[in-house]
C-alpha cells in the first residue's frame, strides 16, 4: 500500500477526531471554572463546583428525573423491541411489510413531529403532562432502535441449539430462558444502552411532553437564556467520563476474549 | 447503522415456522404500543391541523374542523423558515458527508489491521454522543462568541470586519448541524467502508485506472448502503432540528428554522393548528425525499 497516502488520511483522522473533542474538552474544563452564576469567562481554578453539584436549584432533581426516565423506558423498549425482533427474525407472518414500515417509520420522522404529534394526542385526551407522559414518549421513539439492534443478534443465532434443548424435552419457556435469552444478551444488552443513551439526551420531543417537568437537558435549555452554572458541566463531564469509562471496559473485555479465543482455536 | 439493518433484513431471513399465533404474541404489545402511541398521534396531528378557533374562546382553544386556510395561512408565513430549513440541512448533509468520507475510509479501511487504533479511534467518533447535545451545542457558542479566541483572530486577520459576528448567523447555525450530526454520517459510513474488499480497487488500479477513478468508480458504489443510510440519519435530524438555530445556541431571529416556528406555535403561542400544519408540511415533505432517494439509489427493500 501507499505509505504517503495513508499518512495523509491518518492525520486528517485524527484532526479530524480531535475536532470532534472540542466541545467536550471546553464543558469538561469550564466545570472547574470559579465563576459566579454566568460560566463564560475563565475565572481560575476549582474544585467547588464538583462538591457543591446539587446546590444549584432544581439540577439535581432534573438530573434525577432523567435517570428514571431513561430506566424506565429502556426497560419497556427493550422489552417490546426485542418481541418483535425475535418475531420478525423467527417468523413468517401476514401484514410483514406494514410492520417493517410501522418500525420504520418512527426513525424517519423527525423529533420534532414526534413530539408535537404525542403533544396533540394528549392535548386531545386532556391528559396531564408530566413524567408518565415522557415516559411514554421515550419508549415509542425507542422501540425500532432496539428492534434493529436485537434483530441482528437474533439472525445470527443458530436454530440448531434451541432444536437441541428441546430435543431433550427442555419445554419453550425453559428453552428460551436457557438457551435464547442467553445467546441474545450481548444483542439486548447493546439496545438498553441504546435506548438509554437516546432517551437520557433526548430534548425535543422531551420539550413538548413534560409540562412542567425537567429533565437534564431540558434543565440546561431553560438555564441557557440565563447561562448555564458550572454544575451543569460538572454532571455533564461525570456522565461523560462514566460512559467512556463503560465503552472502553466493554471494549478491552471483548478483545480479550477474542485473544483467548483465538488462543485456545489456534 | 439503522437504515443499512433494515435494508439488509432479506438475507437474514431463516427458515419459515408454523406457529404464527406465537408471533402474534410476540408481535402484539409492541405494535400496539407504536400504535397507541406512534400512528394515532400522527392521526391526531393531522386532525388538529385542520381545527379551527372556538368563537368567543380563550387562547388555545380549538375545535374540529376543516380548516385549509391553515396551511396556507402556516405556509404563507413561514415559507422562508421551511425553505431555510431544507437548506440548511442539506448544506450541513454535503458538508458532513465531505468531512466523513475520509474520517470512516480511514478507520474502516486503513485502519483496518489495527484493532485496537480502530476501536480507539471509533470511540472517540461516539463520544460526543456521551456528552448533552445541547452543552456541546452551547459550547460551541462560547467558542465562536464576540471575545472567543475564533473571532478574534478571524478579525486580526481581517477576514471578518471590525463589527462582525460568528454567533447568531447561518454559517454558525450549519457549522453547528454539521457538528452535531457528524457521528451519524460517520458510522453507517464506517460499516459499510469496513466490508469493503480492498482486491477491487486494486483490480482497478492494475487496470489502470487513476486513484481518483477508481474512488469514484469502485469505492463509491461499493459504500453506496452507508452513505444512504449516513445521509437520511443527518438531513431529517438537521431539517427538523430547532436547537442550533435558537437564539440562545447558535442561531438569532434571521436564521430560525421550521422547527423553532413548530415550538413557538405549540408551547408559546398555543396556536396548535399551525403548528400541527407545520409539523405534517415537513414530515410529508421528508417522507417525499426519503422515497425518492431511496427509489433512485436502488434500495427499494428499504422497510
Known amino acids: 500500500m501507499k505509505f504517503g497516502k495513508g499518512l495523509g488520511l491518518g492525520i486528517y483522522t485524527v484532526l479530524a477526531l480531535l475536532f470532534l473533542l472540542i466541545p467536550i474538552a471546553y464543558t469538561f474544563v ?49 422489552a417490546l423491541g426485542t418481541l418483535i425482533a425475535i418475531a420478525l427474525v423467527r417468523y413468517r407472518f401476514r401484514a410483514r411489510s406494514s410492520i417493517s414500515l410501522l418500525l420504520f417509520l418512527p426513525m424517519a420522522t423527525p423529533e420534532v413531529v414526534l413530539g408535537a404529534g404525542l403533544a396533540a394526542q394528549f392535548l386531545t385526551l386532556g391528559t396531564e403532562k408530566g413524567l408518565l407522559t415522557i415516559i411514554l414518549a421515550h419508549t415509542m421513539f425507542c422501540i425500532s432502535f432496539v428492534v434493529v439492534t436485537v434483530k441482528a443478534r437474533v439472525a445470527s443465532l443458530d436454530p440448531a441449539l434451541e432444536e437441541a434443548g428441546r430435543d431433550l424435552y427442555g419445554s419453550p419457556g425453559q428453552v428460551f430462558w436457557r438457551i435464547t435469552f442467553p445467546l441474545l444478551m450481548p444483542g439486548i444488552a447493546a439496545a438498553a444502552l441504546l435506548s438509554f443513551a437516546l432517551s437520557f439526551d433526548d430534548f425535543i420531543i422531551t420539550n413538548f411532553n413534560s409540562g412542567s417537568v425537567d429533565t437534564f437537558p431540558k434543565f440546561i435549555y431553560i438555564a441557557a437564556a440565563r447561562g448555564i452554572p458550572a454544575q451543569v458541566n460538572v454532571i455533564a463531564s461525570a456522565v461523560f467520563l462514566l460512559a467512556i469509562v463503560l465503552v472502553i471496559v466493554v471494549q478491552v473485555s471483548r478483545a480479550a476474549r477474542a485473544k483467548r479465543l483465538a488462543r485456545q482455536l489456534g | 447503522m439503522a437504515f443499512t439493518a433494515f435494508a439488509s433484513q432479506a438475507t437474514v431471513e431463516q427458515a419459515p415456522r408454523k406457529r404464527s399465533w406465537i408471533a402474534l404474541v410476540l408481535l402484539l404489545p409492541g405494535i400496539a404500543y407504536l400504535v397507541l402511541f406512534f400512528l394515532a398521534p400522527l392521526i391526531s396531528l393531522i386532525i388538529t391541523s385542520f381545527q379551527q378557533p372556538v368563537l368567543d374562546g380563550d387562547i388555545g382553544e380549538y375545535t374540529a374542523g376543516f380548516q385549509w386556510q391553515n396551511y396556507t ?137 487513476s486513484p481518483f477513478t477508481v474512488f469514484r468508480k469502485v469505492t463509491v458504489p461499493l459504500s453506496m448502503p452507508g452513505i444512504i443510510s449516513g445521509t437520511l440519519l443527518t438531513f431529517i435530524p438537521a431539517a427538523g432540528d430547532y436547537i442550533n438555530a435558537s437564539r440562545d445556541f447558535l442561531g438569532s431571529s434571521s436564521t430560525a428554522m421550521v422547527g423553532n416556528a413548530i415550538e413557538a406555535n405549540f408551547l408559546v403561542l398555543q396556536n396548535y393548528p399551525i403548528a400541527a400544519a407545520l409539523s405534517i408540511v415537513l414530515m410529508a415533505v421528508i417522507l417525499i425525499i426519503v422515497g425518492l432517494y431511496v427509489r433512485r439509489a436502488g434500495t427499494e427493500d428499504l422497510v
Open chain 1, 30 to 78: 469550564f466545570s472547574f471554572n470559579d465563576a459566579g452564576k454566568l460560566n463564560i469567562a475563565w475565572q481560575g481554578f476549582t474544585f467547588d463546583k464538583w462538591l457543591t453539584v446539587c446546590s444549584t436549584a432544581g439540577l439535581c432533581e432534573a438530573f434525577g428525573n432523567s435517570i428514571l426516565v431513561g430506566l424506565v423506558s429502556t426497560v419497556l423498549a427493550t
Open chain 2, 73 to 209: 395561512d402556516a405556509l404563507g408565513e413561514y415559507w422562508p423558515l421551511v425553505l431555510r430549513s431544507f437548506g440548511f440541512a442539506l448544506i450541513a448533509t454535503v458538508l458532513a458527508l465531505a468531512v466523513s468520507y475520509p474520517i470512516a475510509y480511514f478507520i474502516g479501511v486503513k485502519a483496518r489491521r489495527f484493532p485496537l487504533l480502530q476501536s480507539l479511534m471509533l470511540t472517540l467518533v461516539i463520544a460526543p454522543f456521551f456528552i448533552s447535545f445541547l452543552l456541546r451545542t452551547l459550547a460551541w457558542k462560547q467558542i465562536m462568541s464576540d471575545e472567543g479566541p475564533i473571532v478574534q483572530f478571524l478579525k486580526t486577520i481581517a477576514i471578518l470586519p471590525s463589527d462582525g459576528h460568528l454567533t447568531g448567523t447561518a454559517f454558525s447555525v450549519i457549522f453547528g448541524l454539521t457538528y452535531n450530526f457528524i457521528p451519524f454520517m460517520t458510522l453507517p459510513l464506517y460499516a459499510t467502508l469496513e466490508r469493503l474488499d480492498t482486491r477491487y480497487l486494486e483490480a482497478g488500479a492494475d487496470l489502470y485506472a
